[in-house]
């Protein structure tokens, strides 16, 4: 399910940066796409949507908190490889798209696309990969006043990484 839309999700959580949509098929979260500028709760639907909004609202009352819970990655395998090394940046540190193009022998390009089709936000910790750092914090990010940028901003201050 890449496109996930609200009207989809077997539930969504509301935030204060937005709501965060759930979709599960055949017994495995496909899906858990953040919607910026949506601010409804939908209730789950199924005990695997209720297990993942219960863990959800766990991150956001403690960022040290992990996602544990039975999910798809669809995608291309050199998104997959990306996401597998996202997911291991701990929480409150950041990587640039550089440092993990280095080490994956990939583009920053490939780590920015990757990034940008992640189809399991918070699972998979995308907002933890930044543009290059300056005496301001990260630059290059688009519109700083954009819905993304905005939530990417509040979830790495929630996980106790502050800049800017």
Known sequence: MSALIPDRCSAI???????????????TITAIRIFPDLFV???????????AVRQI???????????????????????????RELM?????EIRTYGELGNLL??????ICRACEENPLSLYIPSHRVIAITGPRGPVGEGDPSSARLR???WLLKHEGFLYG
């Not at 959580?13 to 017994?27: C, D, L, Y």
């Not at 039975?70 to 998104?79: A, F, K, N």
């Not at 291991?88 to 409150?92: D, L, M, T, W, Y």
């Open 13 to 27: 959580v509301r935030t204060s940066f937005g709501s965060v949509g759930i979709a599960v098929e055949h017994e």
């Open 41 to 51: 709760e939908k209730k789950a639907t199924d005990a695997l949507s209720a297990e």
């Open 57 to 83: 609202r766990g991150y956001l009352d403690h960022p040290g908190a992990c996602l544990d819970l039975p999910v798809t990655m669809p995608g291309r395998e050199i998104h997959r490889r990306v996401w």
């Open 88 to 92: 291991s940046i701990p929480c409150g």
């Open 105 to 110: 022998h990939l583009s920053p390009g490939v």
């Open 151 to 153: 939530m990417k901003r």
